[in-house]
Antibody, heavy 123, light 108 residues
């Protein structure tokens, strides 16, 4: 059974870089053909897609965040990671990693989600 | 960029009643690439429907999706106690992927 687990600091200072990792268990990133995704949700608000990455390293970002986002993959560790630079209080949110429904497709719905990790931006 | 508008914002119903949730897109959603999610407090979203009308694995048949173009609907035929939650639509027909603002289904 495929599972995803986010990890990383729960508190980040303004102007610094937020770094999170998603560890995939019960299946291999490198043998799949999915664009693995990051989605976030500010407290009490809706969902925002951040970006996605293919196992080969091809990335696909939300234009609203593209200048600050880097998503990478480490197939040897079965992980993919998110970096968001120059954070502000507006980046405070629960961050989810997720696996999409459709193989090979950048544009996708997501059917398997991590539990989410809360990241607070504060000094 | 496609903007999704969900209505109503809150739906107050009793168990056993039928729930009808709307999702309207600012432009046509390609290939009916529209999904619905359920989210309960403190939990990750759960995929209910993708491709506008296909139920995800393990989703009860009281959940159904319909629509095309710019107008989509999620129907819950008979509300069970566990169905009271927030529901989001998401389009994945074009970039960027986008979610609606959500509809809360609460117990009347």
């Amino acid at each position: 059974q495929l599972q995803l687990q986010e990890s990383g600091p729960g508190l980040v200072k303004p102007s610094e870089t937020l770094s999170l990792t998603c560890t995939v268990s019960g299946g291999s990133i490198s043998s799949s053909s999915y664009y693995w995704g990051w989605i976030r949700q500010p407290p009490g608000k809706g969902l925002e897609w951040i970006g996605s990455i293919y196992y080969s390293g091809s990335t696909y970002y939300n234009p609203s965040l593209k200048s600050r986002v880097t998503i990478s993959v480490d197939t040897s560790k079965n992980q993919f990671s998110l970096k968001l630079s120059s954070v502000t209080a507006a980046d405070t949110a629960v961050y989810y990693c997720a696996r999409p429904v459709l193989r090979w497709s950048r544009e996708n719905a997501f059917d398997i989600w991590g539990q989410g990790t809360m990241v607070t931006v504060s000094s | 960029e496609i903007v999704l508008t969900q209505s109503p914002g809150t739906l107050s119903l009793s168990p056993g009643e039928r729930a009808t949730l709307s999702c309207r897109a600012s432009q046509s959603v390609s290939s009916s690439y529209l999904a619905w999610y359920q989210q309960k407090p403190g939990q990750a979203p759960r995929l209910l429907i993708y491709g506008a009308s296909s139920r995800a694995t393990g989703i009860p048949d009281r959940f159904s999706g319909s629509g095309s173009g710019t107008d989509f609907t999620l129907t819950i035929s008979r509300l069970e106690p566990e169905d009271f939650a927030v529901y989001y639509c998401q389009q994945y027909g074009s970039s960027p992927l986008a979610f609606g603002q959500g509809t809360k289904v609460e117990i009347k």
